[in-house]
């Protein structure tokens, strides 16, 4: 079945640190892959998408490319800021095949000052 | 309303009571989706609805827990018999999907479910 696996966390950085959180996946087909994000006490919101292949979401200075050779969608930002802290979640969707989105485990990052 | 709306936002339950739960997609989204999430873990999924078809309960853990949803719109998670391992945030989502499958979930607050 399809599956998502992210690197382990948590994950702690220094502000203006650069961010890479691994992605990849295993999906039957052509999925179109998302990066959610879970601020503390918050619900979990889309960060960005890709929908086919070389495709690059970004959003709020985070890019992600999909990278249909290594079936990858690494999240990457050049400077975090302790804004940024949060949980981090992978997924992806096909369209008409039952469990519609597959999420990751999840990686939480620490941004300190 | 704006958002997906879930109801209750907490629930604190005694072992062994039945317990419901509801979630209002965004009007519109024909799709709708139940996870679990526990404490410091990731999102665990539960079942998928989508317009008339019949649900996907491929992820209910047991025989106590089920859920329904009338046509389009509202549904409800119940729990029977709660044990403290139900103890989780219950997550719903809704989303209008259409080709290329490339439409986001749109996640509610969640039902913060404490078993005691």
């Known amino acids: 079945g399809d599956s998502v696996t992210q690197m382990e966390g948590p994950v702690t950085l220094s502000e203006e640190a650069f961010l890479t959180i691994n992605c990849t996946y295993t999906?039957?087909?052509?999925?179109?892959l998302f990066w959610y994000v879970q601020y503390p006490g918050e619900g979990l919101q889309l960060l960005l998408k890709?929908?086919?292949?070389?495709d690059k979401g970004s959003n709020k200075g985070f890019e992600a490319t999909y990278r249909k050779e290594t079936t990858s969608f690494h999240l990457e930002k050049g400077s975090v800021q302790v804004s940024d802290s949060a949980v981090y979640f992978c997924a992806l969707n096909r369209l008409g095949y039952g469990q519609n989105f597959v999420f990751g485990p999840g990686t939480r990052l620490s941004v300190l000052p | 309303g704006a958002g997906v709306s879930q109801s209750p936002s907490n629930k604190v339950t005694e072992k062994g009571k039945d317990v419901e739960l509801r979630c209002d997609p965004i009007?519109?989204?024909?799709?709708l989706y139940w996870y679990r999430q526990r404490l410091g873990q990731g999102l665990e999924f539960l079942i998928y609805?989508?317009?008339?078809?019949?649900?996907?309960k491929s992820g209910l853990p047991s025989d106590r827990f089920s859920a329904e949803r009338t046509g389009e719109s509202v549904s409800t998670l119940t729990i029977q018999r709660t044990q403290q391992e139900d103890s989780a945030v219950y997550l719903c989502?809704?989303?209008?999907?259409?080709?290329?499958?490339?439409?986001?979930?749109?996640f509610g607050q969640g039902t913060r479910l404490t078993v005691v």
């Open positions: 609805f989508q317009g008339n078809s019949a649900p996907d």
């Open positions: 890709a929908t086919k292949a070389d």
């Open positions: 009007s519109g989204h024909t799709a």
């Open positions: 999906a039957t087909g052509y999925p179109s």
């Open positions: 989502a809704s989303s209008r999907p259409s080709a290329p499958s490339n439409t986001e979930a749109f």
